[in-house]
């Protein structure tokens, strides 16, 4: 299995020192509304840089002129898998319409699951947001995702869910990583960012239209879930941050009395960046009052630690360990890296390798467009 692994870092590398010059274009509606180039935002597409993450956190907005531009593209990604579990497919296509827009103050974005492996198409995200420039505030009410320090659906750096964010805890079903249906405030105080959330349902499924996991339960909010979000510099290069989340679930098993499970999520998060060296390490630990609606209580706990190396801006190596305690442990190592193969379309090879277990090889090429004719 190392032989297998080695030769596709080599084979990645081999085609890095062709094609690792070829800039980011990515998808093309902010660049062309704004004249700028993709690689203002991205690194290695759909990967957003320092600039992309302010960009975005000022409701896709600059103090530029605008200029006219498709309002939708597409992102279009393949996967591959070595050894696909029974049932799936060794080759998965997928893709989502990325949209957006403005009136006014109001700016409305949408990501559309246009159905992967067998599963159906539909909202991922949709909202309406608007930024205060003088209180450097954003708004967002809709279907949006809590700001984690890693998106999990829009811009994953690699195909496998990061540590925690995809746990669910006995008969709560509910991970950090679906959207939620609510409200978001997010306000910039000098260099911290605070978010402040409140929701009231959730997405189930998955980013590209993937069949949802079925649990065997029902679940709602029985209570709005409220989350508090935080990232401050320390340092140069140094970043810190602390995420709590809290709310109610109601649960209906099959064939059983509905039930009401009060759970809480708190993380605590650190990020260096040193040259070409990006490190970034989070820590989740979870509390359930009654995962099983017999007043059973379940502690939780989950993280990642993630060393990037990138060459150039445009590609990147990483390492990431994954351990989640609920209640049993599981822990992972994943080998991965990408580049772009053309200015449109990035390459993603991964190892996945469970401590104890069987690897998994996978490989995703992600194309966005249409491409820009003057970029």
């Not at 080695?6 to 093309?28: D, E, G, V």
């Not at 600039?51 to 996967?79: N, S």
């Not at 978001?184 to 069949?211: F, I, M, N, P, W």
């Amino acid at each position: 299995m190392r032989s297998k692994l080695f030769l596709a870092f080599a084979t990645m590398l081999a085609a890095y020192m062709l094609l690792a010059t070829q800039p980011a274009w990515a998808i093309p509606i902010f660049a062309q509304r704004y004249h700028l180039q993709c690689s203002a935002c991205h690194s290695v597409l759909p990967e957003l840089n320092a600039f992309g993450l302010k960009f975005r956190g000022q409701g896709y907005r600059l103090p530029l002129p605008k200029h006219g531009t498709t309002i939708a593209a597409i992102r279009y990604q393949m996967e591959y898998e070595r050894d696909p579990v029974a049932g799936s497919r060794r080759f998965s296509p997928g893709g989502i319409v990325l949209a957006n827009a403005d009136v006014g103050t109001i700016s409305a974005f949408l990501h559309y699951s246009l159905g992967a492996g067998g599963g159906p198409g539909g909202v991922f995200l949709g909202y309406l947001d608007t930024y205060n420039a003088h209180t450097r505030s954003l708004y967002r009410a809709g279907l949006f995702e809590l700001p984690l320090a890693q998106s999990p659906g829009q811009r994953l750096d690699d195909l496998a869910p990061y540590g925690y964010y995809g746990a669910h805890v006995g008969l709560n079903d509910l991970p950090l990583s679906s959207p939620r249906w609510g409200i978001q405030a997010e306000r910039t105080v000098g260099a911290t960012r605070l978010d402040l959330t409140a929701a009231l349902g959730e997405y189930k499924g998955a980013a590209y239209g993937g069949k949802p996991v079925a649990t065997g339960v029902i679940s709602s909010a029985a209570s709005p879930e409220i989350g508090v979000f935080a990232d401050a510099p320390i340092g140069n290069g140094i970043d810190i941050g602390a995420e709590d989340v809290a709310g109610t679930r109601r649960i209906v098993p099959t064939g059983r009395p509905a039930f009401e499970d009060g759970y809480n999520r708190l993380g605590l998060l650190g990020h260096v960046r040193v040259k070409r060296f990006d490190f970034q390490a989070e820590q989740w630990w979870g509390r359930d009052a009654n995962v099983d609606g017999f007043g059973t209580f379940q502690s939780s706990s989950g993280g990642y630690a993630r060393l990037k190396f990138y060459p150039t801006p445009h590609v990147y190596l990483g390492i990431r360990y994954d351990a989640v305690e609920n209640p049993f442990l599981t822990r992972d190592v994943v080998y991965y890296g990408a580049f772009h193969v053309t200015p449109h379309a990035r390459l993603l090879i991964q190892q996945v390798q469970p401590i104890g277990g069987k690897g998994e090889l996978g490989a995703a090429l992600t194309v966005g467009f249409p491409w820009p004719a003057n970029l």
